[in-house]
């Protein structure tokens, strides 16, 4: 379990980040997943990360940051919901009067104790790629006992009991979910959940695959604007924002735990480094030690610390 950050989020402003799974537990194995292949494809929950523990972490570390984050947000190495215990780390941590968010991919929001795990958090992110069978298979390539019906059944059901700030993220991959016809019926479904806003992500980070694309800025407002139409409250995420990592006492381990979950843009790290009175041939020694890894992407270099990139 690490506590990464906080990094600025555009969905969460300052987020100070909990990555409480092993690497990497998930339900789906998505093609643009930036953490790698997922290397234990699961639907089955398990004891995770001790809740208490998890308030300890988060507690002393808010203690060494300059400014309380905006948001304390479960996003994991994987799937968050996989944690039995999600429920009861939310309750606990809500003793800290900071607001709560978690990023699922909702596939199994089906299962009543989920939907019960989730609802006392203040945020809740749900991935919603695709709506068409074929489509849902190939991007999030989701463990063979999950059903498409079922899984919208249970978003359904969540959004109709959520009290919290409910929003949705679908990331655009261009060959496979950003068709107009699929578009449209992936903004209908979303418009059923009512979410706040519904996010439109582009692969900008490495994705899993290497044959991944992100759309260009053309083919993104297209899809934006077919979204938009069935469902006003959309914004697109169309480039990569600034991760603002914020360094307190051990600055390289802070960058590592962050590059676990969120890798990072070369230029953005030698800047870090830098703020931080770090040398520069930091990065080098890192990646001669293997504890990160590089990974090219769009004429970009990005390091990542997960385990399973390959
Ligand atoms: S993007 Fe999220 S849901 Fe998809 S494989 Fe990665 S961790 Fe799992």
Redesign the pocket.
């Known amino acids: 379990m690490e506590i990464f950050g906080p990094v600025q989020s555009r969905r969460f402003g300052i987020s100070l980040g909990i990555n409480h799974l092993p690497p ?1 537990v ?5 093609v ?4 790698g292949r ?1 290397n234990r494809l699961s639907i089955e929950a398990a004891a995770y990360a001790d809740p208490e523990q998890i308030y300890q972490a988060v507690n002393e570390r808010l203690k060494e940051l300059p400014q309380t984050p905006d948001y304390l947000t479960f996003v ?4 968050p919901c996989l944690d039995n215990q999600l429920g009861s780390a939310i309750q606990a941590l809500k003793k800290l009067g900071i607001k709560i968010a978690v ?3 909702a ?1 199994m929001l089906w299962q009543s104790e989920i939907r019960e795990r989730l609802s006392c958090a203040d945020a809740v992110s749900l ?1 919603v790629d695709s709506v068409q069978e074929a489509a849902w298979r190939k991007i ?2 989701p463990h063979g006992r999950l059903d498409l019906e079922v899984v919208m059944a249970g978003m359904r059901v969540f959004a109709l009991t959520y009290h919290g700030k409910l929003m949705t993220e679908t ?1 655009l991959v261009p060959g496979i979910n950003t068709s107009p016809a699929h578009l449209r019926a992936c903004a209908q479904f979303i418009a059923e959940l009512q979410p706040e806003m519904a996010y439109l992500a582009l692969p900008l980070r490495a994705p ?1 695959e290497s044959w991944v694309e992100a759309p260009d800025q053309q083919a993104a407002g297209k899809a934006y604007e077919i979204f938009v139409r069935e469902f006003a409250r959309t914004s697109l995420m169309a480039d990569l924002p600034p991760t603002g990592l914020t360094s307190t006492q051990d600055a390289l381990q802070e960058l590592v735990s962050t590059l676990k979950v969120h890798p990072m843009e070369e230029g953005e790290i030698r800047a870090y480094l830098r703020q931080n009175e770090l040398a520069d041939n930091t990065l080098e020694s890192l990646l001669a030690l293997k504890r990160i890894r590089s990974i090219p992407y769009r004429e970009k270099t990005f390091y990542s610390a997960a385990v399973n990139q390959d």
């Open positions: 990497k998930c339900s789906y194995a998505c643009y997943c930036q953490l997922t994991s190495n994987g799937e990023i699922t991919n596939s991935k999030n390539r990331m899993a």
